[in-house]
């Protein structure tokens, strides 16, 4: 299972990005798509996720102003972040879970940085 991530960039407090992830498998085959991130010093925290059903969960300090959303015919996630601040600054990692036999298997997109200035 292969994963592109890419839309980061720079922008200024208050703008939108929106970041996509292309997979080589059918997304659908997969328990969850999900959306990671890493800021400077600190451990990857789980973002946004979306599950084969299409249920969607979100970190409680990104909800309201991120959204995740699948393309399944394109293999394609994508996270809509709106009115972005500066503490969202990261690097954003896609990841594809499935579980197979009781074992959890992740995959991991190369990464994209998100910087926002204020």
């Known amino acids: 299972v292969q994963l592109q991530a890419s839309g980061g960039g720079l922008v200024q407090s208050g703008e939108s990005l929106r970041l996509s992830c292309v997979a080589s498998?059918?997304?659908?085959?997969?328990?969850?798509m999900n959306w990671f991130r890493q800021a400077p010093g600190k451990q990857r925290d789980l973002v946004a996720s979306?599950?084969?059903?299409?249920?969607?969960t979100y970190a409680d300090s990104v909800k309201g102003h991120f959204f995740i959303s699948r393309d399944s015919a394109k293999n394609t996630v994508y996270l809509q972040m709106d009115s972005l601040k500066p503490e969202d600054t990261a690097v954003y990692f896609c990841?594809?879970?499935?579980?197979?036999?009781?074992?959890?298997?992740?995959?991991w997109g190369q990464g994209t940085l998100v910087t926002v200035s204020s």
């Open positions: 498998v059918n997304i659908l085959t997969a328990d969850s």
């Open positions: 990841n594809a879970k499935f579980l197979k036999n009781y074992n959890e298997y992740n995959y």
């Open positions: 979306i599950s084969s059903a299409g249920t969607t």
